[in-house]
């Protein structure tokens, strides 16, 4: 397929333009040198007429080289937007798998501010607790001494 394609840009260049036209004067000049007109028209007819049917058959190979070139990229397209789609509604679902893990840790932030404030506050309690027991035994010491001196006089 690629002589094809290489023809069909060679029919469309600078140098095929020279030639043909080299070509047709060369013809029409053989008529000045005393051939037959109608046999030079008749074969630079049959000469056209053929260059016209190839021309137009490596053009439609080239046209259908190319159809199935597009088909091909279409086709992969289709599946590049498929797999868009598919990344797309992933992302979705980890964006919402990130607001419940957020929300989450909002939830357990909340819990360790809770136990931390009654964390907090049992050792309050118990620093109470201990202070008055405290308070009981110097309490109960001076009591005790208040007894022995008592026992002793």
């Known amino acids: 397929m690629r002589w094809e394609r ?5 029919v469309g260049s600078r140098t095929s333009v020279v ?3 080299v070509f047709f004067l060369v013809t029409f000049s053989l008529i000045i040198f005393g051939f037959d007109t109608e046999t ?4 630079l007819t049959t000469v056209v007429s053929l260059e016209a049917i190839y021309l137009s058959i490596f053009i439609q190979m080239s046209v259908n080289q190319n159809t199935e070139s597009l088909e091909i990229v279409e086709e992969d397209l289709e599946d590049i937007v498929e797999e868009v789609g598919e990344i797309s ?21 909340h819990d360790v501010d ?14 109470k607790d201990n ?3 405290e308070n009981i035994e110097n309490v109960l ?12 006089r």
């Open 114 to 127: 809770e136990i931390e404030k009654d964390g907090v506050l049992e050792d309050t309690e118990a620093k």
């Open 89 to 109: 509604e992933d992302i979705d679902e980890i964006q919402h798998d990130v607001e419940e893990i957020s929300e989450d840790v909002e939830e357990i932030q």
């Open 40 to 43: 030079v028209l008749l074969i």
């Open 6 to 10: 290489n023809f069909t840009k060679w």
């Open 19 to 21: 030639l043909h036209t």
């Open 131 to 133: 202070l008055k027991l």
């Open 141 to 152: 010491r001076k009591l005790l001494e208040e007894v022995e001196n008592l026992k002793k």
